[in-house]
């Protein structure tokens, strides 16, 4: 989950980018943000070179055009945990053509109902498909919040609770931007990505719903209740076995043993498993391929057994004595980390 920040005019916000995101961006982005802000080769810093460094720390997506931002809206809201948008999205201008072919419900009468106030375009979109605007979405706005409060276009939501004018947030009010900035630096699911990113951006090469399956175990890795442990037994055995491994077979031609005879795209897991670490009766020592050695093993034997065994499918008996845990949970997490990063390793 990421942060989507639209802003038209983000040259000129260079200071309160780095402001708000600094925890996230780093030092050595915010020293590149900085240089561009005192570049005095004349030419000055272009939105697009703003992006590109921001976007870099893999935490925050950027936008500067109402059309780029619509189709993050449209296309993957869900991806977000926290939107903030500039309300005037017209600095850069739009054609409606353009607008209609990511959106075709917006017409003549929706651009100039919403001309200078795109971001209200967005808050509507995001009503309707159900997203936490509440505690999610942030107007970021050159007037006071007072002057908005009784805009025909946001009084209906703030009067029915819909939204809410604490998140209108006033550019040029210090208190109100610290307060943007603490919400920011708070939120839990930013740092589990912040600190994740690693395994993320790796599980991403592979399928982008995978990180999000990974993030969501790492965010109830610590649920004691045994309907979500079977739940997460289950993400880690399907991230090796549905994911990791059948790569890993394809990109590395495994011999025919290594498939199920009923489908060529179905591997058998053991058999992956005993082929990368197999042992060598000749020699008596494991026949270990693609830089893998006995942790990698001892992990792949872990997680096939464990989260196959007490998985999903697994019917639990009260007088089964030893039970997973949350900590057998975290243990089987170290263990996919360890080798998501040599997956990584031996991928091209």
Request: net charge negative.
């Amino acid at each position: 989950m990421k942060i989507l920040y639209v802003e038209d005019e983000l040259t000129k916000n260079i200071p309160k980018i780095i402001r708000l995101f600094e925890k996230y961006l780093g030092k050595k982005r915010v020293k590149q943000l900085e240089e561009l802000e005192n570049d005095e080769s004349g030419y000055g810093a272009g939105p697009q070179e703003v992006k590109k460094i921001v976007e870099s720390c893999g935490i925050i997506d950027i936008e500067y055009t109402f059309s780029e931002g619509l189709a993050k809206i449209t296309k993957s809201h869900q991806q977000y945990s926290i939107f903030i948008i500039d309300r005037n999205l017209s600095e850069i201008e739009y054609d409606l053509v353009d607008i209609q072919k990511i959106d075709q419900k917006y017409n003549d009468d929706f651009y100039d109902k919403f001309f200078e106030r795109e971001g209200d375009y967005f808050l509507e979109l995001l009503i309707t498909q159900k997203e936490d605007v509440i505690n999610k979405f942030y107007f970021l706005t050159a007037n006071s919040r007072d002057d908005l409060r009784n805009k025909d276009k946001l009084k209906n939501h703030l009067d029915f609770g819909r939204f809410k004018a604490d998140n209108i947030i006033d550019k040029s009010d210090t208190d109100e931007m610290n307060k943007l900035k603490m919400r920011i630096e708070d939120d839990e699911k930013l740092q589990i990505l912040k600190d994740n990113l690693r395994y993320v951006n790796i599980l991403e090469k592979i399928n982008p719903q995978l990180s999000e399956n990974f993030l969501d175990l790492i965010s109830h890795k610590d649920d004691t209740n045994q309907n979500t442990i079977r739940k997460n037994l289950t993400t880690i055995r399907n991230i090796l076995s549905d994911n990791i491994l059948p790569e890993i077979a394809k990109q590395e031609n495994a011999p025919d043993d290594c498939w199920n005879t009923y489908g060529k795209d179905e591997i058998i897991i053991g058999a992956v498993i005993k082929w990368i670490s197999g042992f060598d009766k000749e020699t008596k020592e494991n026949n270990y391929k693609f830089n893998s050695n006995s942790i990698i093993k001892t992990f792949l034997y872990a997680i096939k057994g464990i989260a196959s065994d007490f998985g999903v499918h697994k019917k639990y008996k009260k007088e089964d004595k030893t039970q997973p845990t949350s900590d057998t949970v975290n243990a089987l997490i170290f263990a996919l980390k360890d080798i998501i990063v040599w997956f990584d390793s031996i991928s091209g």
